[in-house]
């Protein structure tokens, strides 16, 4: 998994990245988003340069890293609720 405290990650790629690792096109994401479907292309672009990422597996790997901590982080807040 890779170290996501390394990459910076703003709110609206974290946007994006869910939505891509919820199998969404660009083009959807850029609907969801009420943004344009380029910008999308950016913002992907700009957050693998981030990381260091020029191989699609990694892409895949980062978004799947990206999943797996706010899966976590919500597996957390709901447990806290739920013990409150």
Not at 6 to 34: F, H, M, W, Y
């Amino acid at each position: 998994m890779m170290n996501l405290d390394e990459i910076k990650i703003t709110p609206r790629d974290r946007e994006v990245l869910r939505l891509l690792v919820q199998g969404c096109s660009n083009k959807e994401i850029a609907s969801q988003l009420n943004i344009s479907p380029r910008t999308v292309k950016q913002h992907l672009r700009t957050l693998f340069l981030r990381a260091g990422i020029r191989d699609g597996r990694k892409r895949v790997k980062l978004a799947t890293a990206v999943f797996e901590l706010e899966t976590m982080q919500l597996q957390q807040e709901q447990m806290t609720h739920a013990t409150a």
